[in-house]
T-cell receptor, first 115, second 115 residues
């Protein structure tokens, strides 16, 4: 079945450091890939997505590129801020283009940025 | 911005008791979902609901679980006889369009503790 494996946390970085959170997936066909973020006390929010191979999703300075050859969707940011402290979830969906967006998630990576 | 709301934020119940977790999805959305996350584990899909019936369910969603949309706004998850292993964070989500790329909107979650 489908699965998502993401980097174990927690991750602690200093402000302005470079961030990478690794995510790899196993799925048949051509899934859509997502990064969700959960800030303290809030629900999961879509951060970015990519729906086909070589697409790059980007938002709020974060980027991730859909790499079919390595089945990866690593999240990167060039210079993190304290406000980026949150839990980040990598996810995939095989039905995103048809309304039923059942998601398969990774375990989440807790990111803490220190000033 | 529209949001999905879940109540309560935290519920403690005794083993064997019935619990109902409540969600108010975004009003014009068509698909509704429940996910759960046991502490330290992955966010897992439980069930999706469309057109007043279950469209897909996971193997976790056994006879102890049921979902209902009792009126035009609420979407509920009932656990008939709770077990210790049902302790988890439960997330409700909804998606909108019937066709085309959609974004899943999540609630902030209900933390269920079974004692």
């Amino acid at each position: 079945g489908d699965s998502v494996t993401q980097m174990e946390g927690p991750v602690t970085l200093s402000e302005e450091a470079f961030l990478t959170i690794n995510c790899t997936y196993t799925a048949t066909g051509y899934p859509s890939l997502f990064w969700y973020v959960q800030y303290p006390g809030e629900g999961l929010q879509l951060l970015l997505k990519a729906t086909k191979a070589d697409d790059k999703g980007s938002n709020k300075g974060f980027e991730a590129t859909y790499r079919k050859e390595t089945t990866s969707f690593h999240l990167e940011k060039g210079s993190v801020q304290v406000s980026d402290s949150a839990v980040y979830f990598c996810a995939l969906s095989r039905d995103a283009n048809f309304g039923n967006e059942k998601l398969t998630f990774g375990t989440g990576t807790r990111l803490t940025i220190i000033p | 911005e529209p949001e999905v709301t879940q109540t309560p934020s935290h519920q403690v119940t005794q083993m064997g008791q019935e619990v109902i977790l409540r969600c108010v999805p975004i009003s014009n959305h068509l698909y509704f979902y429940w996910y759960r996350q046991i502490l330290g584990q992955k966010v897992e899909f439980l069930v999706s609901f469309y057109n007043n019936e279950i469209s897909e369910k996971s193997e976790i969603f056994d006879d102890q679980f049921s979902v209902e949309r009792p009126d035009g706004s609420n979407f509920t998850l009932k656990i008939r006889s709770t077990k210790l292993e049902d302790s988890a964070m439960y997330f409700c989500a909804s998606t909108g369009q019937l066709w085309g790329n959609t974004e899943a909107f999540f609630g902030q979650g209900t933390r269920l503790t079974v004692v």
